[in-house]
């Protein structure tokens, strides 16, 4: 029995040694998935940790920028308020009735306002110069009726001018100091019965004598098809049609004023075709001048000669104001121009010489860009006697002028040289023109002062004859 209990001990001890490596295998192998699977999460954890943190660091950088930005934003309302706060309330209430004024000014100045109030000066002339229609800055206040049929613009400009003429002591001269009104005009303007029918008068006081400067109506259809008739300026000199009140220096040369045709009375067929690129003019006048009870002795063309006009102009970068001898409006585009013009049965110095054929010609060159222009024209006349044995006299003459603002809109210099040649056949009788100029515009052409100094030599047949001239001018147009 002790044996049996012996045997059954020893077989079970070596049951459990059998099963128990078994066993244990079992669990390691078990522990080893389990601790292979928690790493696993833990990593992932850790993976996720990480991105979440570097997200978190991402928005604190955008946080701290946004913190200085509204940092600044609070430094700059405090400044302001610091600013707002040091300034008296008057100040704050005359900005304020500024900005009012200047809202009300902008709504009278549209379409709909003029519309209803019946003004109607601005956006009336659409021209692209005075020649075309009266120049709107000549008007300072206008009225129309609601279907724009009829409308009424007035205007008044004003030159006052001192001079100092240095004359040549050799000469027995003696010098002249003199303050005079050089220009004075009161103009009305505007369209009757429809809108493109127009008149324009004007008056002048520039000798203390009331006088009917211009006079006419014109009808504009179409841009390329024109016509005007009543008493105004020959189209055949471009400085003499350039406005007196728009011009670089404060009179035209001494070419432009011995070669032009003035004004007279006559009908001229003009227009603008291909877009402004070109122009003509094919006029014909009365030819007798302003007084030709001085040169035919009664006011009528007895003789029968009327005066003929012809006149081109190409425009190779589009529609040239030459109406304006500045360049007040900064072009910011090149702009350029060349004409060319033909005057049968012409005048000389406004009075039609009597039994002679007059005919002259002129050519003229400009150019205009961001505040700098160039002009220049040439002339020549021919004069042929009608009857036998009288010598043709020819003459002929030019100017060149510059001008650029050095101040934008503002200060502007300006110089000319022109020459006259009265009779090509006489070695003594040339006329020179040395001028240089400054002008200063404080409301445009309204409201400006020029002065320039002016040196003139005429040519003798032992010694030359000299004046210099000093000028002080101040305009103003309403």
């Keep these: 029995m002790k044996n049996f209990i012996v045997l059954n001990w020893l077989s079970v001890s070596l049951l459990v040694l059998v099963l128990i490596p078994g066993v244990f295998a079992q ?6 998935e389990a601790f292979e699977g928690e790493a696993g999460d833990l990593k992932r954890q850790l993976k996720q940790m990480e991105e979440a943190f570097l997200v978190q660091q991402k928005m604190m950088k955008q946080m701290e920028t946004l913190a200085l930005s509204q940092q600044e934003q609070i430094k700059e309302i405090k400044n302001h308020i610091e600013n707002v706060s040091e300034k008296p309330v008057t100040v704050a209430k005359e900005e304020i009735k500024e900005e009012v004024k200047q809202e009300v000014g902008n709504y009278l100045a549209s379409d709909e306002a003029r519309k209803k109030l019946g003004l109607g000066l601005p956006g009336k002339y659409e021209s692209v110069n005075g020649y075309y229609t009266p120049d709107k800055e000549k008007a300072s206040i206008g009225f129309q009726t609601a279907d724009g049929n009829y409308s009424l613009n007035v205007g008044f400009r004003f030159q006052s001018r001192l001079t100092y003429k240095d004359k040549d002591e050799d000469f027995k001269e003696s010098d002249i100091l003199d303050i005079d009104v050089r220009r004075a005009r009161l103009c009305f303007g505007g369209n009757i019965y429809r809108k493109d029918v127009n008149y324009y008068v004007e008056l002048d ?274």
């Design 27 to 32: 669990d390691v192998v078990q522990n080893k």
């Design 205 to 478: 006081a520039d000798s203390f004598e009331a006088n009917m400067r211009d006079y006419y109506v014109y009808w504009t259809p179409l841009a390329e098809l024109n016509t005007k008739i009543g008493y105004f300026k020959v189209p055949a000199n471009r400085q003499w049609v350039s406005s007196g009140f728009k011009l670089l220096l404060q009179d035209r040369s001494i070419a432009s004023d011995a070669f032009k045709q003035d004004r007279d009375y006559g009908l001229d067929i003009y227009g603008l075709p291909f877009d402004g690129h070109t122009e003509y003019h094919a006029a014909v006048f009365r030819g007798v001048g302003q007084n030709p009870a001085k040169t035919i002795g009664k006011d009528e063309n007895i003789d029968n000669e009327l005066m003929y006009v012809l006149s081109a102009r190409y425009n190779p970068f589009g529609i040239y104001d030459y109406y304006d001898e500045t360049d007040l409006k900064y072009s910011e585009t090149f702009k350029a121009t060349i004409g060319a013009s033909l005057v049968y049965n012409g005048k000389e110095k406004d009075t039609k010489p009597v039994d002679t054929n007059t005919t002259m010609g002129d050519i003229d060159f400009g150019i205009r860009y961001k505040g700098f222009t160039w002009d220049s024209e040439y002339y020549v006349r021919s004069k042929d006697p009608e009857s036998d044995g009288g010598d043709t006299i020819h003459s002929d003459g030019f100017y060149s002028q510059a001008g650029y603002f050095i101040l934008p809109k503002k200060l502007e210099l300006a110089a000319r040289y022109s020459m006259l040649d009265p009779d090509n056949d006489l070695p003594d009788d040339l006329q020179r023109e040395y001028t240089a100029g400054i002008n200063y515009y404080f409301r445009s052409h309204r409201s400006k002062i020029q002065t320039d100094f002016g040196h003139y030599v005429t040519d003798g047949k032992v010694e030359d004859k000299t004046e210099n001239r000093f000028r002080l001018q101040y305009q103003i147009i309403f």
